[in-house]
């Protein structure tokens, strides 16, 4: 056997032994979902015991080093790992922003003292993060923005707003762009801050959707404390942390997606006639739907796999999250359509309190938050294919 070989035996008896039979099933939403976080509520014990196993093993950031709580696969095993766990249908351990986003850009940016003092707990699922980068005046335009860190001597007092903050009222901490300089250009004057949202000063309040709620919330920061060595690298760096950053944010939304195939899915809503959908038109639409899901799914593996071979993914990750974004929606439009009427159901115990609806109205904020689609279109003439003009 190859290495790999062994490699795979080994993580298929891990999974088999330790991947309790309640995480093997699909999740129905966020609230199935495992943050982590010093508030977090277990939904069960197998979800608490399907964290802490993962964690122990180094398989929520399988990548990193073990010295930062992971595991130290290369891209071959991590992808085997992968394969595995769809394999048995096993939910992921741990959803984090502290994974996702924050820590390719620790890893890249951050002291050692920074890497080992927050990395290990991101891993172990024990510091839910959120990001702080928009603001009221400042969304696609994201470097006019506009909230201050006054250099204090031994720390900076912080005082802004931030908009579109995901999950902000229920993460411990926030990775937040602060301008600490006016005098260059706009992208210069920019740092990079983290800090306990328990800090005194820090506010947020959720903001409601048109599906009838949302993670997303305003932060309000009145004369916030963050101490010198929380500033990630140097000031005026923060630029290149956010641009690097949000490479992976990009890349994670543009996964967005339902758990199953739409067929299934659009079976369970319509029925079979004669062994099929009785709609031809609609049957049509579902399977060029899930050929370009299927070769989405190997350009994003194509693309990641050259990243973590050494290459930049720099502004592809902004084609990744426009096509994925939009693919996701159309999901939903064909779910809507095999759904037919019922699908409009917003109460009641037969649609799951119109889980369905809410669901479809939600993928509409998909091709906004990350950066909206028509800014990933120009960055994708611009840079990716160096169109004339653009």
């Excluded at 982590?36 to 979800?47: D, L, V």
């Excluded at 130290?72 to 992921?92: C, F, S, T």
């Excluded at 411990?172 to 762009?177: A, G, K, P, V």
Aim: glycine fraction near 10%; charge should be negative.
């Amino acid at each position: 056997m190859t290495d790999l070989e062994t490699f795979r035996t080994e993580t298929c008896a891990w999974l088999e032994d330790n991947c309790p039979a309640e995480m093997r099933t699909d999740m129905s939403g966020d609230n199935d979902a495992c943050w982590g976080g010093r508030n977090f509520k277990f939904q069960s014990e197998a979800q608490k015991v399907w964290l802490e196993r993962c964690a122990a093993k180094g398989f929520t950031a399988p990548s990193w080093d073990k010295k930062y709580g992971g595991a130290g696969l290369n891209r071959a095993q991590e992808q085997v790992l992968r394969q595995e766990m769809k394999r048995i249908n096993a939910r992921p351990p741990l959803s984090s922003f502290g994974v996702w986003m924050l820590g390719p850009a620790l890893l890249k940016f951050g002291s050692e003292d920074q890497k080992l003092e927050y990395l290990p707990p991101i891993t172990r699922g024990e510091i839910r993060w959120c990001q702080g980068y928009s603001e009221p005046g400042s969304g696609s335009d994201l470097a006019s923005l506009q909230t201050k860190a006054e250099d204090k001597g031994d720390h900076y007092l912080v005082n802004g707003q931030k908009v579109w903050t995901s999950y902000a009222d229920k993460a411990d901490w926030i990775f937040c762009l602060v301008r600490t300089d006016n005098s260059g250009s706009k992208h210069e004057g920019i740092s990079f801050l983290l800090f306990d949202m328990e800090t005194p000063g820090v506010e947020a309040k959720p903001i409601k959707l048109i599906s009838g709620k949302s993670p997303f919330c305003e932060t309000f920061l009145t004369d916030v404390k963050v101490p010198k060595r929380n500033l990630v690298n140097e000031e005026g760096q923060g630029w290149n942390i956010a641009k690097y950053l949000l490479t992976h944010e990009r890349e994670m939304i543009g996964e967005t997606g339902a758990a199953r195939p739409v067929s299934e899915m659009a079976v369970d809503l319509a029925g079979l006639e004669d062994g099929k959908l009785a709609d031809p038109i609609l049957r049509g639409e579902i399977a060029q739907a899930e050929v370009d899901d299927w070769a989405f799914k190997m350009t994003m593996g194509r693309m990641l796999g050259e990243a973590k071979a050494g290459a930049s993914l720099g502004a592809k990750s902004s084609m990744l999250k426009y096509y994925g974004t939009e693919l996701n929606k159309r999901r939903y439009e064909l779910l809507m359509d095999a759904a037919g009427g019922d699908g409009l159901e917003w109460e009641g115990e037969r649609s799951d309190d119109g889980r369905l609806a809410k669901s479809w109205m939600r993928t509409k904020g998909n091709s906004i938050e990350g950066g909206t689609s028509e800014v990933m279109l120009n960055i994708v003439a611009k840079r990716v294919l160096d169109m004339p003009g653009a």
